[in-house]
């Protein structure tokens, strides 16, 4: 069944290019997996007696009690909008409780607080309702609508303090119920998906500021000193919104398929993923300082503007600011082949502005047969010579250009496993958000192409910081896609072989191990940060992708590193084998839905496997020692087209020897996905 369009959608009197949306709304919301708030006490005293100094030079006049909280979000909000043209103003009113609670520790080593013996959670505070009235100022295009906000907001809190009465070795408590005044900005993006109800992403920073001093109540029975405190709160949310507009929205009567084709100078796109996921319990008799947690639940979100400019024909400007929240389960750490492909290295409790890509994208045409370029993500609409050269320099995903794979390649809307959408053993050079600098050069034909990248490496292994010597430190990437349609399917197919070989800093595996046994180093990771110099990694990926039939696609994937030296950016594998189907929903009337079904294994060299089993410590994983087996992982999702721009996915997967150790797991791992874009 063909998705509508929002011009199928639209009532009398419709718009131009973009959805009027005055008028009156109502709506729920709840945290886009989580929220985060930041709670500062001091200085605290108890009697005479100063537990909270300032000797660290806290400049604020704070100390350093501050922990982040975060919490799970939910509740209404209602507002009214006006609309001049594309320009949209209007004011909102929202309430959601939450479940904020953090204790900051009295015995806290290095911050300069009076020792206390035995130790005690000194202050706490918890905080279950945050409201705010805001104005919000927006711009309208098609069906979307991308606005900033700014106002007041208001929370209560519930301060406690339990800390030992030192005269009588007895437990005292104390109480006090506090309210905040602050102010709020934030930005958000709304997208019209029938006339009466709106999907949409809302941010808002909530800054507290830091109350007067005041002072707990000694709760009644309690003999000890009067505690003595101030508070700072600051609270970063990220909501997934649902609104009911019931007056109607007037849709744009053109739809925006129907303009894509059209020549441009500008292209503006963007996108929003929302990812919950959780880990059951599993068999974990001991656990090493990258080890994966049982029985937990993590979220990341991002939010994607993809900005183009042409300057002269055949010269285009790209530029990807991306924010981007969250954490990966056990921070992003536990399993080689690890399972949110949206999860970050560079993860934070708060929403983190990137510049993730700034390019330059120069096209030679070389003459001949030419074809249509549809509007998109980082492409301008226009025509292009089909047997051409391209050329881009500046910052980009090498993923963007190599190991790419209709069936498995993008986190945001296949499969998640980082085994499964890439060449698990191609050590790319990336920071930590997995983005690097420097340049690629394609050669183009309908048959094949063919395409090389010099690129920057970090600094270290798993360092956000890239090697400004790309003379003695360098990433050269290269692959050759061969296309071809099976004669006996009649359906086409895409073959691709790629080599790596990058120089970095790193370590030599059994360099390590041997200085550590001689007893140079006591510990392993000692030895081989002590021993990192500029050394190679060379390997390959061969990545095959085929459609049966129109509707069902296949793909497999094997690669391989050298497995002697440190990697340095993605994960801990030195080899690797993936395969997998992807089936579209037509025979059961959902044409823009997708199954997918793929198994992944990773495997170790000889001197890796040695290294972990020291207590080394990888990119990922690292238990403290190893019983070695190999890591298996299988996952199935599917992806429902809620409509033609949001999809909704269900994920599972079950992995078995989690960082390579028959000691751990098996894990079974549940998620859900929002993906939004336009």
Do not use: C
Not at 527 to 555: C, H, I, M, P
């Amino acid at each position: 069944m063909a998705r509508s369009s929002a011009a199928d959608l639209a009532p009398a009197g419709t718009t131009q290019g973009h959805v009027d949306w005055s008028g009156g709304y109502l709506g729920l919301q709840g945290s886009a997996g989580a929220s985060f708030g930041n709670y500062e006490f001091g200085p605290t005293t108890i009697g005479n007696r100063r537990i909270g100094t300032f000797e660290t030079g806290d400049a604020t006049g704070r100390n350093n009690l501050g922990r982040d909280a975060t919490t799970a979000l939910g509740g209404g909000f209602a507002g009214w909008n006006w609309q001049s043209g594309a320009f949209v103003y209007g004011i909102e009113a929202d309430l959601v409780g939450a479940n904020l609670r953090r204790p900051a520790p009295s015995n806290a080593p290095g911050l300069g607080y009076e020792a206390i013996d035995p130790p005690f959670g000194v202050i706490r505070e918890t905080t279950d309702l945050i409201g705010t009235g805001r104005v919000r100022l927006g711009y309208a295009f098609d069906s979307n609508l991308v606005y900033a906000s700014f106002g007041l907001a208001g929370a209560n809190g519930r301060v406690h303090a339990t800390y030992p009465d030192l005269a009588t070795g007895g437990v005292n408590t104390a109480r006090r119920d506090v309210s905040y005044l602050g102010f709020t900005l934030g930005a958000g993006v709304q997208y019209a998906i029938s006339p009466n109800f709106s999907l949409g992403l809302d941010y808002r920073y909530i800054d507290f500021g830091q109350s007067s001093r005041f002072d707990l109540a000694v709760l009644p029975g309690i003999n000890g000193g009067p505690v003595s405190t101030r508070s700072a709160f600051i609270s970063n949310e990220m909501m997934v919104r649902l609104y009911w507009h019931p007056e109607g929205l007037k849709l744009p009567a053109e739809s925006e398929e129907q303009k894509s084709s059209e020549p441009s100078r500008f292209s503006f796109h963007g996108q929003t993923t929302f990812i919950n996921q959780a880990v059951s319990g599993f068999h974990a008799p001991y656990a090493g300082g990258q080890s994966l947690v049982p029985n937990q639940a993590q979220a990341t979100t991002t939010a994607t503007a993809y900005l183009g400019f042409k300057l002269f024909e055949g010269t285009e400007l790209y530029y990807n600011p991306e924010f981007s929240q969250g954490f990966g389960l056990s921070r992003t750490l536990g399993v080689a082949g690890f399972v949110n492909g949206e999860a970050q290295k560079a993860g934070a409790p708060f929403p983190k502005l990137r510049s993730n890509r700034y390019f330059i994208k120069q096209t030679f045409g070389l003459g001949g047969e030419t074809e249509e370029v549809p509007d998109g993500p980082n492409a301008i609409a226009g025509t292009r010579d089909v047997e051409r050269v391209t050329v881009v320099v500046g910052k980009f995903a090498l993923g963007d250009y190599f190991d790419n794979n209709a069936y498995a390649h993008d986190p945001r809307v296949d499969f998640f496993n980082w085994g499964l959408w890439g060449s698990a053993a191609w050590d790319f050079p990336a920071n930590l958000p997995g983005f690097t600098q420097g340049l690629m050069v394609e050669y183009n034909r309908a048959e094949f192409a063919l395409r090389a990248a010099y690129t920057q490496v970090p600094k270290q292994p798993s360092s956000d910081v890239f090697d400004s010597r790309v003379l003695d430190r360098q990433g050269i990437t290269a692959e050759i896609e061969e296309r071809h349609t099976l004669p006996w399917l009649e359906q086409p197919g895409k073959l691709r072989l790629g080599f790596f070989s990058n120089v970095g800093n790193t370590a030599n595996y059994r360099e390590a191990i041997t200085l550590t046994q001689l007893g140079a180093f006591t510990d392993v990771n000692d030895a081989a940060s002590a021993t990192r110099t500029a050394r190679r990694k060379t390997g390959f990926y061969v990545n095959l992708e085929q459609a049966v039939t129109s509707d069902l696609g296949v793909f497999a994937r094997a690669s391989a590193g050298d497995g002697r030296n440190e990697n340095l950016s993605f994960t801990d594998v030195d080899r690797s084998f993936s395969g997998g189907l992807s089936l579209k929903g037509t025979s059961w009337g959902r044409a823009a839905d997708t199954v997918g079904i793929g198994t992944s294994m990773n495997q170790l060299s000889p001197s890796h496997r040695a290294f972990f089993a020291a207590g080394g410590l990888g990119l990922l994983i690292g238990d403290g020692q190893l019983n070695y087996a190999p890591e298996r992982a299988i996952e199935a999702y599917y992806a429902m087209s809620l409509t033609k721009s949001v999809t909704l996915s269900f994920d599972y997967q079950h992995v078995e020897n989690p960082a390579y150790n028959r000691d751990r797991g098996p894990a079974d791992f549940f998620a859900t996905r929002l993906h939004a874009e336009f």
